[in-house]
């Protein structure tokens, strides 16, 4: 479902009149997010984001389409807390999308400290300083790689959906907390279909890491459409932390996904099998063993939580991760990361590799 037009009467009344804040902006899943919530009637829309040029053009772009609606650009570094606080402060959110993110599965295998500063502690900065505001509601976008995670990328995001669950197990807020997993999102920056028409463009190869591989896929308007149901849900059967994902039907093989676009380019293009990168497992999953899954109140959608009263990122435990980013090697934060993950998920054999 799409807002405009077709968009159900419930999901209009949500939005209408809101003081919405957006981080990451500027990507490509929050420049359509921006362009959607702008036209469903909020009182006020902030895009923040570092990259100044993006967030430049997603104002521009967004103020043009919808100029009754107050556009806040808000060029910010989710890492710095104190500013982050200040804009929240400023702006006081009544809902809180937050996309920012490090998504790159095999820059965060070389970059883990970045990727916990950037995933884990830029998120807590930006729901700390949301709680504070008074805001309603706060939605992580994560990610699929959080199932199951072999990836610091896929690690921190599930860090990060567990320090939801810390800060509920503590107390701290009214603050309704929702996060929603994707899987890879077509034409998204970094996604693997523009990648194979850059090299399909330049005479090939295309580059396959396994033949065997396979990644659920959506579209850029479906998961708009995720995080806006979803933000939108009233889900009487969920507790105040609900983690949500789509069924996306059956995982895609890249392989034929990559001879289909070479058949469609009319060319002779070659595939070279490359071998896996470090980070990458044949198969994602949707969620895994240690947690209960419910359907929600959508169609297609269901609700994870984790199974086990342990299973949370407490401020005391996400403190001592930002210390290890900031100071250990690399390879040290990236064992002490999936360890934490491992001893709140109880998992006997870790499934990092």
Known sequence: MRLGEEVQAKERAFFSGKRILLTGAAGSVGSALAAELAGAGCSALALMDHHDHGLLQVVEQVSAAAPRTEIIE??????????????????????VIHAAALKHVHVGERHPGECILTNLVGMKNVLDASI??????????????????????????????????????????????????????????????????????????????HPDMKRYFMSIEEAVDLILNVAALNDAAAPQCGVYFKD???????????????????????????????????????????????????PGVFRVSPLSADAYVSSADLAQLEALAVSAEEAVVRQRVFAHLDARLGRAEPAAG
Do not use: H
């Open 74 to 95: 808000a060029l910010c570094n989710i890492r710095d807390a104190r500013r982050v606080g200040a804009w929240l402060s400023k702006i006081k959110p009544d809902l």
């Open 132 to 209: 504070a505001a008074g805001a309603e509601q706060f939605l992580l976008i994560s990610t699929d790689k959080a199932a199951s995670p072999v990836c610091v990328m896929g690690a921190s995001k599930r860090l990060a959906e567990l320090y939801l669950e810390g800060v509920q197990a503590e107390g701290r807020c009214a603050t309704a907390l929702k996060a929603v997993r994707f899987g890879n999102v077509f034409a998204s920056q970094g996604s693997v279909a523009p990648r194979f028409s850059a090299q399909i463009e330049a005479g090939g190869p295309l580059q396959v890491t």
């Open 248 to 298: 996306m039907g059956e995982a895609v093989s890249i392989l034929e996904m990559g001879r289909e676009m070479i058949a469609r380019s009319g060319r002779d293009i070659d595939i070279e099998i490359v071998g896996m990168r470090p980070g990458e497992k044949l198969n994602e999953e949707l969620f895994d063993q240690y947690e209960r899954v419910a359907a929600a109140d959508l």
